[in-house]
Structures are given as structure tokens and as C-alpha cells.
């Protein structure tokens, strides 16, 4: 399974972000750049997990093949933290708090 990126630039870029990531204390699955025969730029799908929503991984919009779990009640403790862009969801079993959410953000 791989990720295709538009151009060498991005993909250095996304590489930037993994390391990012890792040195900010997240976890990472995946991410690894694929050796593949033809022309292109790949990575593998990346997942951060174990990280917040003070790091920058979570705070800036990616353009590639990684995303990240922020799990807690972070949301509810600082909505401010982490603008909710077009890249992101939240999931919650409280509908009224999903809301809240939204709301806040439109």
C-alpha cells in the first residue's frame, strides 16, 4: 500500500513531517518510502498516535499520505489548540458535544 505524492518537493516535505513528529514524541506507523521500479514519488500511509494537540504535526495542515490520533478529552479541555481544518474529524459517542464542536468552528 502506498501513498503517491505530487512531486519530489512535497515529498521532502512529508519526510520533514515524519521527522517532525518523532521528534516531538509521537509514534509512528508506517511512512516508510517504498522502493519501487517506476518513476514517481511514493511513501507508505503514516499514522501518528501518542501525540497532542500542541504539536506541530496536529497543528499544520499535511499535504500527503499522514495522519494522527489525538485520543482524550484534549478537544474539551482547549478547543483553541487545534483548528479543526478540512483535514480533520473528531469522533465522539456525545452528538451534542459533536456539535458543540462545530458549532464553535463554523
Not at 4 to 15: F, H, I, M, N, R
Not at 57 to 73: D, H, K, M, W, Y
Amino acid at each position: 500500500h502506498i501513498g503517491p505524492v505530487v512531486d519530489k518537493g512535497q515529498l521532502e516535505t512529508d519526510l520533514s513531517y515524519l521527522d517532525i513528529g518523532v521528534k516531538e514524541g509521537a509514534t509512528l506507523h508506517g511512512g516508510e518510502q517504498p522502493n519501487r521500479e517506476t518513476e514517481g514519488f511514493y511513501l507508505a500511509p503514516a499514522l501518528f498516535t501518542g501525540t497532542t494537540n500542541k504539536m506541530r504535526i496536529n497543528r499544520e495542515e499535511i499535504f500527503g499520505p499522514i495522519a494522527s490520533v489525538i485520543e482524550g478529552n484534549c478537544c474539551v479541555n482547549d478547543t483553541s489548540a487545534v483548528s479543526m481544518g478540512p483535514g480533520q474529524t473528531a469522533f465522539t459517542r456525545m452528538p451534542s458535544f459533536a456539535w458543540s464542536i462545530a458549532v464553535v468552528r463554523v
